[in-house]
Structures are given as structure tokens and as C-alpha cells.
């Protein structure tokens, strides 16, 4: 039975840090591709970061560049997304994803697997 649960969300001021945990069960990191996904209200779930299984090869979007970083650890089977600079509009439910192409995608379709999210809220 596999299972992702992501941890790590909360309550932030603007121009704060949250480190977001994904930890994988019944399925290893070092065959699935992980993305990291956000939903706020009222609007469509967009991908944040991926890293693909080899963890060699991570994308973001323009929205988190330079602030996001997504990193694994295997010996954990968990995928991480650092970030820093949070401001309002990062405000979302955090999903993580496995892809079992392995690959690192930044679609919905990509993935395979899904968490149940962690909330995010970035507020003074």
C-alpha cells in the first residue's frame, strides 16, 4: 500500500521560511519522479517543483524561482521544497505527487500518486 504524506505546512509571515517534507511509503523515491503542486481557492492546481528519481534533474516555476528548492533524500525516501521569500500569493494547499515514468513533469497528468496536501498561509 503506498502512501505519501507531506508535513512542514503553517502559519508564515510575508518574507518567511517553511520547509515542506513528502515522505514516501510502499513506493522509492528512487524510481518515481516527485512534483509538488498548489491549490489555492477558487483555482486550478499548478506545479511548483519537480525533481526527477535520479534527483538530477529539478524544474521550478517562474512564480518560486530563486526562492523554492527541492531536494531528496533516499536513505529517507522524502522529498523536500525549502521556501524562502513566502509572500501572500504563495498562500495554497501543498500537494506532492510520484510519477512512476520517473521523469520530472510539471502537469497534474504527470503523476500518478497524490498526498492529501498540507496547508501553507502566508500572512502578517
Known amino acids: 500500500q503506498w502512501q505519501l504524506v507531506e508535513s512542514g505546512g503553517g502559519l508564515v509571515q510575508p518574507g518567511g521560511s517553511l520547509s515542506l517534507s513528502c515522505a514516501a511509503s510502499g513506493l522509492s523515491l528512487d524510481i518515481y519522479g516527485i512534483g509538488w503542486f498548489r491549490q489555492a481557492p477558487w483555482t486550478e492546481r499548478e506545479g511548483v517543483s519537480c525533481?526527477?528519481?535520479?534527483?538530477?534533474?529539478?524544474k521550478y516555476a517562474n512564480t518560486v524561482k530563486g526562492r523554492f528548492t527541492i531536494s531528496k533524500d533516499s536513505a529517507k525516501n522524502t522529498v523536500y521544497l525549502q521556501m524562502n521569500s513566502l509572500n501572500p500569493e504563495d498562500t495554497a494547499v501543498y500537494f506532492c505527487?510520484?510519477?512512476?515514468?520517473?521523469?520530472?513533469?510539471?502537469?497534474?497528468?504527470?503523476?500518478?500518486?497524490w498526498g492529501r496536501g498540507t496547508q501553507v498561509t502566508v500572512a502578517s
Open positions: 525533481i526527477s528519481a535520479s534527483g538530477v534533474h529539478t
Open positions: 505527487a510520484a510519477s512512476s515514468s520517473s521523469d520530472c513533469g510539471m502537469m497534474r497528468d504527470d503523476y500518478d500518486h
